[in-house]
């Protein structure tokens, strides 16, 4: 779900270019729900191997990686660990909206629905043990570095950012923002243009930069302050109050400084917030991580094409752009040198 902050928060389009030679930290999690959600079926049904596994989340992040690589990106996939007791709630919630959507799901499938039928599957994706074991070893295959964090792959991929280990965040949600990632990048994984809901236009899709301290000072806040507000929009721990959206957070935290006095002079309640406030701004991290990016492949093919089923023609052509990829990093470091 993410922290609903979007409406205040300004980004600018960028060009792949000014992300040439740079780290990504790319949250995991995020990346290969919207693989899972996207790459589908006619019918909704996720693509699969000839032995029922499913191979949607493998052909996001080859074909996606190989053209962020052959650009000359750096990128470093974060995954989640154990999620904070004050998550459960959510979790619990999107639980129950997955069965709901796959009840819908099937309901329309009977009815010849297809369109709906495509739309409810993609609410009911979910990363199982399997699709996070597969993903890591083509990764591992791919050359391209993963970090497994303790809690959050946000949070932990945020750190790496404040730390200089890495450029910015690559991912969808605004949490890494409120996380303290100096950079996010959003619509990386994301080609060519996206159906409008409700609707037979499309938009383009590009790569969109948000610089934290530009937003706050934009905004005339301070870094709490914008959790604060993500706070009384709603998080991954709360729910929210209802009737503020991020403008009107944003109004109430200019006239009244501080959370607790919005909270007191609007009369409302929001359970431990003090706690999620503390996740926010000193999440739980590891240090003892290393990045190293090696300009060799694995056997790709051997693991999607002899194992997955994958179209050799299209695995070899998509292995040719990573190869280019490292040809630049090549070039790249003999002229630093």
Not at 17 to 30: C, H, P, R, S, T
Request: glycine share 8%; charged share 35%; with cysteine.
């Amino acid at each position: 779900m993410g922290v609903g902050i979007k409406d205040i928060i300004k980004s600018e389009e960028i060009d792949f270019k000014m992300m040439e030679n740079k780290i990504i930290a790319i949250d995991a999690y995020n990346i290969i729900y919207q693989f899972l959600s996207s790459i589908r079926q006619r019918d909704g049904q996720p693509l699969k191997d000839s032995e029922g596994r499913v191979t949607s989340h493998l052909s996001g992040l080859l074909y996606r990686n190989s053209s962020l690589i052959e650009k000359g990106m750096k990128l470093v996939y974060v995954f989640d660990g154990t999620p904070d007791i004050m998550k459960e709630g959510t979790l619990e919630k999107r639980k129950e909206r997955k069965t709901k959507a796959k009840e819908e799901y099937e309901e329309a499938l009977e009815r010849g629905d297809l369109e709906r039928a495509r739309t409810k599957a993609q609410q009911t994706s979910r990363i199982s043990d399997e699709i996070e074991k597969s993903s890591k070893k083509l990764l591992d295959l791919l050359s391209i570095p993963w970090i497994q964090a303790p809690a959050e792959g946000e949070s932990q991929a945020a750190y790496m950012v404040r730390n200089d280990d890495a450029w910015a965040v690559g991912g969808q949600d605004y949490d890494s923002l409120l996380f303290g990632a100096s950079r996010l990048v959003k619509n990386l994984t994301i080609t060519g243009k996206r159906k409008l809901p409700g609707s037979d236009d499309y938009k383009d899709i590009r790569p969109e930069l948000m610089v934290l301290e530009k937003i706050l000072d934009d905004l005339e806040i301070t870094r709490e302050q914008l959790i604060d507000i993500g706070i009384l929009c709603g998080t991954d721990y709360n729910e929210g109050v209802k009737g503020i959206g991020p403008k009107r957070g944003l109004k109430y935290v200019k006239k009244y400084g501080r959370l607790e006095n919005i909270l007191e002079e609007k009369g409302e309640e929001i359970n431990n917030f003090e706690e999620i406030k503390r996740i926010f701004l000193d999440p739980e991290v590891k240090d003892d991580y290393s990045i190293e990016f090696k300009n060799e492949l694995g056997d790709v093919k051997a693991f999607l094409c002899d194992e997955r089923d994958f179209s050799e023609s299209r695995v070899e052509s998509a292995l040719d752009k990573v190869r280019e990829g490292f040809r630049k990093r090549e070039q790249t470091s003999l002229s630093s040198f």
